[in-house]
């Protein structure tokens, strides 16, 4: 079989991070090869976008929804670290957010059409086998999200996460006969959540 990629998305909060790390364990349990990512990446530009983020830079938005593109071919394409090296060598990808993440939040301040178009390259590139959505109600994110007691990022409040929810169902419907979705509800428990995502990744081993 082929290598799969796997992209996990969901709004802040939504328990993607806890999602890929369970799922990256069930995978090393089952002894399945994989390299575990993550957008924005560690690379430079990665690291400009965190420097946004924080609010140590600022830089217009369809600036921003840029330096996601550009940190993204350079995900997938970079010779060394990047996703279609590991798939070349049959190691499975998994990675916490990748371009739905794109369409979902940019399209909060500029078109969502552009931001497709832009993305067009990556997904010439590489599709997801799977892009897996983690749906939480944005009031319990925020909860999560105030909980974790770290500062809020530019993106992170509440009438921004229920705009960026918004616009992921709204590319689902876009793009539904293009891409394969598949919806988690992530208001059950950590364990409950990590058997659904177990459920539907194992069919691509
Ligand atoms: P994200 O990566 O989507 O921002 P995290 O995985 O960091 O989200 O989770 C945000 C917070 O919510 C963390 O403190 C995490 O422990 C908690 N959390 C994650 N999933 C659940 C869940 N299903 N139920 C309750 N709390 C959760
Ligand atoms: P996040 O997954 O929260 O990273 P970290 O846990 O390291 O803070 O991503 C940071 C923010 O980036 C989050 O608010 C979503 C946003 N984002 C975009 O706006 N566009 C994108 O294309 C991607 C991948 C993320």
Redesign the pocket.
């Known amino acids: 079989m082929k290598p799969f990629f796997i992209a996990v998305e969901?709004?802040?909060?939504?328990?993607?991070?806890?999602?890929?790390?369970l799922l990256a364990e069930k995978l090393e349990q089952n002894t399945v090869p994989f390299h575990h990512t993550c957008e924005p990446t560690k690379n430079p530009i990665g690291k400009m976008i965190r420097e946004i983020f924080a609010g140590k830079q600022q830089a217009d938005e369809y600036t921003i929804a840029s330096l996601f593109l550009a940190d993204r071919l350079e995900h997938i394409l970079n010779p060394n670290d990047g996703i279609l090296s590991f798939l070349d060598k049959n190691i499975n990808v998994i990675s916490?957010r990748y371009y739905f993440s794109s369409y979902a939040y940019h399209s909060v301040h500029v078109e969502m059409d552009w931001i497709i178009e832009c993305n067009k390259k990556c997904t010439e590139l590489l599709k997801p086998t799977a892009t897996i959505f983690?749906d939480?109600s944005p009031e319990v994110?925020m909860e999560?999200?105030k909980?974790?007691n770290e500062s809020l990022e530019l993106y992170e409040n509440l009438e921004n996460l229920k705009k960026v929810r918004d616009n992921y169902y709204k590319s689902f419907e876009l793009l539904k006969n293009k891409e394969n979705i598949i919806i988690i509800d992530?208001?059950?428990?950590?364990n409950?959540?990590s058997d659904s995502i177990w459920n539907s990744v194992k069919q691509f081993i």
């Open positions: 969901g709004i802040d909060g939504s328990g993607k991070s806890t999602q890929t790390k916490d983690v939480v994110c999560r999200i909980a974790r992530g208001n059950k428990s950590i409950e959540v």
